[in-house]
Nanobody, 128 residues
């Protein structure tokens, strides 16, 4: 059974940093694409960042470029989202997601319905 479990969220102040973790289990994710999405209250789930599990390729949503970094650690079967310079508008539930790699992934990485596996989410709240 494939599982993705996020952790690392919390309540922080503007300008603070957080590192989110997504621990995977149930299969090898070596040939998977993986991503972080977020959903603020009353809003649709939106793309944040994506990565090929090997780490060769990364993608970022424009508003977080230069502030957030996505990475994987194969030995720990874990994906990370390092977030710096947090702003109140970053407040949301953050979800990790994964999908088996395929040729179209480079065009679909930012789509919610691209992903087959999802975690339960971790809350990030940034106070002003």
């Amino acid at each position: 059974q494939v599982q993705l479990v996020e952790s690392g969220g919390g309540l922080v102040r503007t300008g603070d940093s957080l590192r989110l973790s997504c621990v995977t289990s149930g299969r090898s994710f070596n040939n998977y694409g993986a991503a972080w999405f977020r959903q603020a209250p009353g809003k649709e789930r939106e793309f944040v960042a994506a990565i090929s599990w090997s780490g060769d390729t990364t993608y970022y949503e424009d508003s977080i470029k230069g502030r957030f970094t996505i990475a994987t650690d194969n030995a720990k079967s874990t994906m990370y989202l390092e977030m710096t310079g947090l702003k109140p508008e970053d407040t949301a539930v953050y979800y990790c997601a994964a999908v088996a790699a395929h040729p179209s992934y480079g065009r679909r990485y930012n789509l919610v319905d691209e992903y087959d596996y999802w975690g339960q989410g971790t809350q990030v709240t940034v106070s002003s």
